[in-house]
């Protein structure tokens, strides 16, 4: 599987910013995009904390946490004015897309059925080029996380992956480690 451009966001509102983001406006910058909704108990006991970490953490980095409410449930509950609410009770600072509403009366929002989400909190990771690089529907570890973006920022600063078409983002060796121990990379032990 190659690489693929990370599809358009489809939104009808933005909040936390004075102009609507897309990724033409972000490339070259590393997104952490999260999706949620605000009556999502994972999302707020677990995901939008994190994204908010994430924001703090890598304040300066060439990267940005956006954020998607994505209703897929309870409509008439979520509406723009109690998410106004809802970010300023919580504090989220990051920028906010509301998803555009499913075609014909579908319940799937327009970006959550292009990016073919499971449900919210959805983590997805878009390097700098503009390439969907992962995607984790539910609670995502904070190290491997933390990992997955210094790769891709690593990556925006070398310029490393411009060319080079990976299924997999390259996050270091705990794919190498099992009940019985890490084996070292190939090549030896770093010098």
Known sequence: MLLRPAP????????????PLTLERLRGKV???HAFQMLCPGCVARGIPQAQRVAEVFAGAPLVVVGLHTVFEHHEAMKLASLRAFLHEYRVKFPVGVDAPGEGGESTPRTMKAYAMQGTPTTVLIDAQGRLRRQVFGVHDDLQLGAELQTLLLEARTGSASGAQRS????LPAAACDDNGCAAPSGGAPG
């Open 8 to 19: 358009a966001w489809r939104t009808t509102e933005w909040l936390n910013t004075p102009e």
């Open 31 to 33: 997104i952490l995009l």
């Open 168 to 171: 997999t983002p390259q996050v």
